[in-house]
């Protein structure tokens, strides 16, 4: 469970001007920080700006975006977009589900490391099929370069 | 910081300065910095170039606040240059030459041979089937194309508003604050013909003109729609990091001919370089007073915010954008009234694309007329495509409307990738449709691919060669829908989760024919009656493919067979070699352009079903006629 900073909290509230019209680019901001949306930082959203709990939450589970879960180190966001399709995305997203023990309904490791994510289209698709892990772009993925990724990965955090 | 310039004369002014470093001989070296690129390492490789230059003892500018000396090199960051394939690329200027997969590596050649020197660096050049082209304009992708939208896309540093100015930049905002009245720039708009690029093609002129009629509006919106669902579409993602200004021009000028004041961008998630490129450019055209309050002195107002989107699909959609922006779950709204007069926060609302706002400027520049020379009566202008899939060339295009799929495919695109059989364009993203072979010809414009059941969308152009199997294309598209649909109305919801489960069953070869008429009764019964067109167009990949291409789902029901050996579960078309007639002539071996095939001169020739492509050439060329196709099972097939 991570610490929520409350004061950041209220900076990024200043930022939107306590306005609850700006309550997705204010989770937005919360999520850039912690990487999802802790329990704790939506409550006291909640409280600052006068929305209901129920609101935020309706908010938050309809955008595919937000995560209310923590995240791996490492997220792993496979391509899944009509031009990495027809290129075999599938099989790649296989490969990488195979390499981490993950699958569509268990999307996280329970080791904190590894977070797959699917998405369509990151808008390189000239170099597909096309795999990002945090914000670095793989292009052009094979299965094999897909497992050979995840090894070095678990390699530097010392894994095998 | 930059100087605010209080009036027209100042804008000139500024201008033709930057007119002239623009046109100046300076050698420029110009980095592409698009979405592609950047994946292939470009930022590294403009900051490694930057430092070089300067190591090597030359003056480099990089950004062009003040005049450069003579000498001096200008480092330029640029947007998608189109060929994303080729990146990282990098243009150098005057020469216009062109060079493909750039590395860090190269650059002291380049800066020892072409800056010092004027020397070409051949190595780097892009080749054509062994022909060399130095210059973009050689290249067979570009000049089969018509670039007007992203003319300065590549071309400029898109993170200068400098540069934008000195290639003519924001000359049609002030042509149209100062010299023409709102009806005018209407009217010009209308004449031009232009209709909207996301998708519906609804006549751009004629919804500025309705939302104009509301003269007593306290506010009114322009809103820019750069939320590019389409799973593989990406024009409008290199528009906005590659040309921000144009699209925060075309918005001005929206704004002056519908009386508003007040704009929003909504931009996709997954695009942060949109959204950094953007919000610069907003930043350097408010500080020049080109935004903001009074206009270059002119008494107008105009403020452009940016909304960056959370990952849904529908979100697209007008009201529910609407709903979105206003910080609510964003589901489409039932359409009571219309968004030209009940809009965002119940105010007249002009929403348009990214592509259509960055085609207003030229128009105000050059007149309808002169937009109107490209394109086709009902569909005038060009349109931007992305092109991807199965072609040799794969990018970001922009070609005259009323171009035909075959030159697209084959002329720009240079044919189908490792000598694989065409079989297929999917256009228009989930709520389009296919294209096969008897359609290669058919003129691509808005009416002509509504007559095939196909829509231009926002342009989206994916290519599939024979080994894409299109039950399983079909089945992508409607997976991608329904995990989409926002579920407010029953018919999508139901009917997307019924589909994608008949579907996924006739790829697991569980399928009936009956399946295949309810798929058809469930599309006509969403078409009529889901609440937005997400739901209403979701089925027409599935009534498409199923025209277009129903033995496909026919032989997946009946024989089992999945002839492009894509649903693992169900048998495919394997080559095989029958030992008992193959005289051993080598011929096939040496062939087969993947080596697929090994042998002994005088023995029986083997095919590895792992490596082959299916390309058919060794059958072609037995002089035994000893190679044959059989239904086999992928991984076991032994021979
Ligand atoms: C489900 C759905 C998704 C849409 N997605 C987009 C989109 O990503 N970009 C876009 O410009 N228009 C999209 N549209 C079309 C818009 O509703 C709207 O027609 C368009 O933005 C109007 O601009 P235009 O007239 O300039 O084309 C979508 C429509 C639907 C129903
Ligand atoms: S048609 Fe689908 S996406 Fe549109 S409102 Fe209905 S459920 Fe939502
Ligand atoms: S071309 Fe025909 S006969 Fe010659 S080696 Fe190949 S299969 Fe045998
Ligand atoms: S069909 Fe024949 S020539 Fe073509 S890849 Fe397969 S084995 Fe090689
Ligand atoms: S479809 Fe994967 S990057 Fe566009
Ligand atoms: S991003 Fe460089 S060519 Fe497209």
Redesign the pocket.
Known sequence: MVKVDFKLIDKILERYDYDKGNIIAIMQAIQEEYRYLPQAALEYVAEKIGVSMAKIFGVATFYENFSMDAKGKYVIKVCRGTACHVRKSANVLEAVYEATGLSEGKPSTEDGLFTVEIVSCLGACGLAPVVVVNDEVHSKMTPEKAQALISELKAKEGMR | MRTKLNNRAEFQAVQAKYEAIHNSANRKILVCCGNGCVSSGSLKLYEEMKTAVKASGLKCVVELMEEPEKDAVNVKKTGCIGFCEMGPLVKIEPEGWLYTKVQISDIPEIIESTIMKGEFVSRLAYRNSGILAKKQSEIPFYNKQTRRMLNYCGNIDCESIEDYIGIGGYSAAVKAIFDMTPEQVVEEVIESGIRGRGGAGYPTGKKWSQVAANKNADVKYIVCNGDEGDPGAFMDGSTMEGTPHKVLEGMIIAGIACEAEEAYIYVRAEYPLSVSRLSMAIEQATEMGLLGDNILGSGKNFHIHINQGAGAF?CG?GSAMTNSIEGNRG??RAKLYHQVDVGLYGKPTCLNNVETFANIPDIINHGAAWFKSVGTEGSTGTKAFALTGNVNNTGIIEVPMGITLREVVVGIGGGIKNYQDFKAVQIGGPSGGCLTYEHLDLPLDFDSLKSVGAIIGSGGLVVMDENTCMVDTARFFMNFICK??????T???EGTTRMKQILEDICNGEGTMEDLDELEEIARMMEKS???????TAANPVLSTLANFRNEYEEHISEKLCRAGVCQKLSQKVYAINAATCIGCTKCARNCPVEAITGQIKTPHVIDASKCIKCGTCMEGCPAGAIYIENGRKGNVKY
């Open positions: 529908v959609e589901m489409p989409e649909s926002c579920g407010k109305c018919p999508c919801r889901s609440l937005c067109g997400l739901g209403k």
